[in-house]
């Protein structure tokens, strides 16, 4: 691994290119992260030489392949302090963990006139599962609402989250304000009303260190991809105890301890939430990403982001033609900077600044009742990752101002 | 390269529909009208088209987009005035195909007026959708039945 985390280019091949005659600056990290080499040598090593699916053959390669695949398992386990790898289940990515935890957990445990709780800020993978159980079940779903700062109303909070709430499901870190949710004193809320809470990590476990057991969640999904993992994997936590009284998610095969004509007996945790063959070399290749977040440590991860936020954001505010969401105080901002620049369209902007080599996203970022909420249609996303540089910081910068002058002030 | 390759993509004439939008209005006694969603960037455009004998009388549109939605409606509304439907339903088939690189004869393009400019959007596979969002909202109001809402 590169040893310097202001130079890690090295490490990640992709980024040394360019795009449209430009350097290449990309800052979409928030929708997926970039490979670094050691990922990508994981995949071609595990298809080269121990391919083999896992806890099915007795021959030397699917011991090989299982060995691998049950220490990704603990590599997980142990980066987000997980009190047994039991609790790791693994998933086709955050959104299916969350769709397990609303289908199974929920679909047992909510009833007519219960009360789910989300926060206006979710994305739409932690806000449509709760939305069609609370339709189907007759029950009602509450939204957190946001202060004017832009983070996350605990007033609010305290008011929706009452003794009718079986269900709190809010994200860790915003893909859009670049805030982050106060949710060990969430998950401590709903458990005094006798609610369970599911924490959405998408863009959090890249970005910070987590404890499972220290914030006390009932439930933590994330994706392998943000975190620099493939496509395709990604991991379910949940406490043992709620994860075995819960009905399995998709029945078939690698699920079941036995199965007759008329029944079957289930696999224990976690087997019995992964049925059919699961993304193997994924789970590995994610495992060798958290060795990579491991070595570069997630305390210099923070501090990496945020030397970058404090040094972006003054100078994206200090335009008289942008809005920044959320909080304007870097200190309180993450790596995930939502904007709109003045009469130009954030899909204009965001080909604009393709253009200029600068890669960030533009829509809704799956977040259309926030979009709602903060009275805009869209916004440009630049999102920041420890592998970006400040050279990245100023070529947005220098591309934003570049778009003013090409549309010279003004169109829709 | 740079910005400069945006040239073709913002011309004059596009950046002066998107500024200054022709037909931007609703008409309420529309004979047909049409909302369609651009669902990956949550923007709304609604085409009346008021359609006297088998002709378009008149026609509008209402909504908000980026540079290139805006402009392409605006062309398409100016495009289409005093066609048949027939003719209308055409066009919208000459730009989709046009936008996804299919070729035309050129009498079919000249019949686009200033929309042509806007099949330049091939070159931009990302921008595709921006451009044919309202002549797809104008082919489904033309064919439409009843007053369904059509989700692109």
Partial sequence: MANNINDLTADFPVLDQQVN?????????????????????????????????????????????????????????????????????????CTDGLNLVASTYGEQNIHEG?????????????????????????AVLKYIELTPEGTLDMDDAKKKITDKTKIVAVAHASNVLGVVNPIKELAKLAHEHGAVFVGDGAQSVPHMPVDVQDLDVDFYAFSGHKMMGPTGIGVLYGKADLLRQMPPYQYGGEMISSVHRDRTEFADIPFKFEAGTQSIAGAIALGTAVDYLEKVGMENVVAKEQELVDYVLPKLEALPY??????????????????????????????????EGVAVRAGHHCAQPLMEALGVSATSRASFYFYNTKEDADQLIKAIKATKEFFNGGTI | MGLSKLNGLYREVILDHANHPHNKHDIPDATSKMTVHNPTCGDTINVSVDVEDNRIKNIGYTGSGCTISQASASMMTEAVKGKTVDEALNMAKTFSDMAIGKQHPQEDLDQLGDAQILTSIMEFPARIKCATISWWALQRALLKKDDEEEEQ
């Fill in chain 1, 21 to 93: 005659g430009e350097r290449l600056a990309y800052l979409d990290n928030a929708a997926t992260a970039q490979k670094p080499k050691q990922v990508v040598d994981t995949l071609v090593h595990f298809y080269e030489h121990d391919n083999a699916n896992v806890h099915r053959g007795v021959h030397t390669l699917a011991e090989r392949a299982t060995a691998e695949y049950e220490e990704a398992r603990k590599k997980v386990q142990h980066f987000i302090n997980a009190a047994d790898n039991k609790e790791i289940i693994f998933t086709k990515g």
């Fill in chain 1, 322 to 355: 942008v809005t920044v969401y959320g909080p304007q105080d870097p200190k309180k901002h993450t790596g995930v900077i939502a904007f709109n620049m003045d009469n130009l369209h954030p899909h204009d902007v965001a080909t604009a600044l393709d253009a």
């Fill in chain 1, 114 to 138: 219960d009360e789910i709780v989300i926060s206006i800020m979710e994305h739409h993978s932690n806000l449509i599962p709760w939305q069609q159980l609370a339709i189907k079940k007759h």
